[in-house]
Structures are given as structure tokens and as C-alpha cells.
């Protein structure tokens, strides 16, 4: 079956402490990204890659990181979580044109 | 910057009625708008695709226009039920690879 998933699908966590989500799709697709979702703002990108090893930053990327090693991989790291980073993330994949959403980690930073 | 804009931010309808979905954005330049649909804590599904070069398109109970030159999409569903509850969010493809900007959603009630 064609997903996108995502692991964990919840976290909690306390600040400073490192922490990885991963993301993985089983499309062959070029483009991966990651977004965030907060209330009353919608969705927003943090960070999209083109490609292995082409990674940029999208409209809010301080404080994350992000890696693609592998064409099915792209997790985002956050190496010193603050609260402010409490949100729901969305990890996507596409072919070009349409995109494709993993099912989203709810992440708690106390 | 191209910003995306959903009104009303939440409606309440009774079963049966028409829901009309309003989504503007501000850069006509697009490659296409997506319409996807969210419930609470769950991911997004894909409703529609319509292209730039596309008026609007039609799956089952929902249509969806599309006016680039002036910034305009709504989302037609017909006979709404309760499992029509839900967020419905907008997103314009503003590269030609997959970069989505968003809306923020409208939240969705159909009471019985």
C-alpha cells in the first residue's frame, strides 16, 4: 500500500532533550517536507528537500533540523526542543504536483 | 508572499443543507489548489485537485471551482450529512515541485 508514515504518532517530552521524528514513504517520490500545524495558523512548512541531499528551509525553520540520506527517509530533528515547538507535524511526499500526508505526530514539550 | 484565506472560519449547518466553502489567496500565480479535509487529530485527505489551467472539478457531492484572476475557490457540498463534520483546509501549489501554502480551515458542523 502507498503511504506515508510517520513514527512516533505521539510524543511527550521535556525540554532540551534531543529528540527524532522519522518519516518514511514507500512512493519513490523526490519531494518530501515538513509541516506544522497550529491553531489558527493552519499548516505551515518548516523544511522541504528536492531530493538525496538537497534539503532547504521553508517558512519556519528555526530550531529544527532535518536530514536525506535515503530517497524514502526525511526525518526531522529537533535538538533542543522548546514548548514553543508543542504542535501537530505533518510529514508529505510528492511527485510533483499532488502531495501525499502521513498520518501527523502530536508532540508535547514541557 | 502569497497568503491564503478561508471564510468563515467555523459554520454550522443543518442536515441536508448545501455547504459553500470560501478560500482567496492573494498571488494568482498557482500551479494548482488543493482541498482537503481534516478531522479532529487525524491527518489530511486529499477531496480535490484542481489544476491552474482547470474552471473546477466534481467527486460525488463535492465541486470545487477554481477563478485564479481573482484569487477565488470555493468548495460545493451537496445534501451535507453529519459525516461531512469536519475541518476542510485549502492549499495553492506555489512551485512547481510541492510547496503548499494554507489556509487556515473551516471548521465544519452538520447537526442532525
Known amino acids: 500500500e502507498a503511504q506515508v508514515t510517520q513514527n512516533p504518532r505521539y510524543l511527550i517530552t521535556v525540554t532540551g532533550k534531543k529528540l527524532t521524528v522519522t518519516c518514511s514513504q514507500n512512493?519513490?517520490?523526490?519531494?518530501m517536507s515538513w509541516y506544522r500545524q497550529d491553531p489558527g495558523l493552519g499548516l505551515r512548512q518548516i523544511y522541504y528537500?528536492?531530493?538525496?541531499?538537497?534539503?532547504d528551509k521553508g517558512d519556519v525553520p528555526e530550531g529544527y533540523k532535518v536530514s536525506r540520506k535515503e530517497k524514502r527517509n526525511f526525518p526531522l530533528i529537533l535538538e533542543s526542543p522548546s514548548p514553543n515547538q508543542t504542535s501537530l507535524y505533518f510529514c508529505?511526499?510528492?511527485?510533483?504536483?499532488?502531495?501525499?500526508f502521513g498520518p501527523g505526530t502530536r508532540l508535547t514539550v514541557l | 508572499k502569497q497568503e491564503v484565506t478561508q471564510i468563515p472560519a467555523a459554520l454550522s449547518v443543518p442536515e441536508g443543507e448545501n455547504l459553500v466553502l470560501n478560500c482567496s489567496f492573494t498571488?494568482?500565480?498557482?500551479?494548482?489548489l488543493q482541498w482537503f479535509r481534516q478531522d479532529p487529530g487525524k491527518g489530511l485527505t486529499s477531496l480535490l485537485l484542481?489544476?491552474?489551467?482547470?474552471r473546477e472539478q466534481t467527486s460525488g457531492r463535492l465541486n470545487a471551482s477554481l477563478d485564479k484572476s481573482s484569487g477565488r475557490s470555493t468548495l460545493y457540498i451537496a445534501a451535507s450529512q453529519p459525516g461531512d463534520s469536519a475541518t476542510y483546509l485549502c492549499?495553492?501549489?506555489?512551485?512547481?515541485?510541492?510547496?503548499?501554502?494554507f489556509g487556515a480551515g473551516t471548521q465544519v458542523v452538520v447537526t442532525p
Open positions: 508529505a511526499s510528492s511527485p510533483g504536483r499532488a502531495q501525499f
Open positions: 512512493m519513490n517520490h523526490e519531494y
Open positions: 528537500s528536492m531530493n538525496v541531499e538537497v534539503t
Open positions: 498571488d494568482s500565480a498557482i500551479y494548482n
Open positions: 484542481i489544476q491552474s489551467s482547470q
Open positions: 492549499a495553492v501549489l506555489t512551485d512547481s515541485w510541492g510547496k503548499l501554502q
